[in-house]
């Protein structure tokens, strides 16, 4: 009995150190989980901090940036914010992670909204029609950046870190992730439109003359002009409307807009570069097709400078069959 009662104390203690052993190993896995989960995200956030001053960055000093280049970099903001957004839908959150994962989704699904929205009113905002609506678009989508930034540090990094604390992690706490900087300066739409109004995009100087005059336009190969002009197309093809712009001035003029206007629906182009002295043209699809007898209203934006706009515009009569 005795022996018995010696076996099966040792069978107990045997089965109780592997009970224990097993708990530590969980128990350490978990914890590596929760490390590597909490290192993720401070990756992505510290290289979210990096997209954040390049944005607001050159939205302060643009330097001599063109409205083509500054737009491209904007894009190239928001493509890293895409990235960062699908990089946090990826992430698998252990143990009591599941809160603060679907807060820190939050958080970037915001971001990567707001920089989308921005991103796609940042030419128009730089141009002249319209600008003023993209400009307040655009301050609009800093309030949706502070949202974000409030979600973060009230909820997903408190929540992160505690998950962290009460498991005897203390060397990986998740590190603060203010995008939007300078407080609510960039909530205010003067404070976006003077940074905007910095960029150059157009002339290099505005000194010298500069103007730009329409040139020919044409649909499909048919010039327009004071006759009334039938074009006939095949069946469900859609007109395209060619624009030729002339630079009458001295300097060279950036991102020339053109405007068309057909039955009340404004069908906008963009010339990228046009040298004093040289022409460029547009080809503008007009979609929805017309039919029937139609008023075509071309005008190219004024230029920096520009003194003279009366030959921007014409009124074109098209019958279409």
């Not at 505690?162 to 407080?183: A, Q």
Request: aromatic share 4%; proline share 4%.
């Amino acid at each position: 009995m005795l022996r018995r009662g010696l076996a099966l104390g040792g069978g107990l203690v045997l089965l109780i150190l592997i009970v224990l052993g097993v708990k530590g190993c969980l128990d350490a896995r978990a914890n590596r989980e929760l490390s590597d989960y909490a290192r993720n995200v401070t990756q992505i956030v510290e290289e979210t901090e990096q997209t954040s001053k390049s944005f607001f960055g050159k939205l302060a000093e643009p330097g001599p940036l063109s409205v083509t280049e500054f737009v491209t970099e904007v894009n190239a903001d928001r493509s890293a914010m895409d990235t960062y957004a699908s990089r946090v839908d990826g992430l698998s959150a252990p143990g009591d992670m599941g809160r603060a994962q679907s807060s820190l989704e939050l958080t970037y699904e915001l971001r990567s909204s707001a920089m989308d929205e921005i991103a796609d009113k940042m030419r128009t905002a730089l141009g002249d029609r319209g600008a003023a609506k993209a400009t307040a678009g655009i301050a609009r989508q800093m309030q949706k950046l502070l949202a974000a930034d409030v979600v973060y540090e009230t909820v997903v990094r408190p929540e992160i870190n505690g998950v962290l604390e009460s498991n005897g992690i203390d060397d990986s706490d998740v590190p603060k992730s203010p995008f939007l900087p300078d407080g609510t300066k960039w909530l205010d739409e003067s404070t976006v439109g003077a940074a905007l109004s910095a960029i150059s995009g157009g002339s290099a100087e505005t000194s010298g003359i500069h103007g730009l005059g329409l040139g020919a336009v044409s649909i499909d190969g048919s010039e327009l002009g004071e006759e009334t002009a039938t074009i006939s197309g095949e069946e469900e093809a859609t007109p395209e409307l060619e624009v030729t712009v002339e630079n009458l001035g001295e300097s060279t003029e950036n991102e020339v807009g053109v405007t068309v206007s057909v039955n009340g629906e404004e069908l906008q182009g963009s010339i990228e570069t046009i040298g004093a002295g040289e022409s460029s043209s547009v080809s503008i699809p007009l979609v929805p097709v017309p039919s029937g007898e139609t008023t075509l209203e071309v005008s190219v934006e004024t230029v920096p400078g520009e003194a003279v706009s009366e030959n921007n515009e014409a009124a074109y009569t098209v019958v279409f069959e």
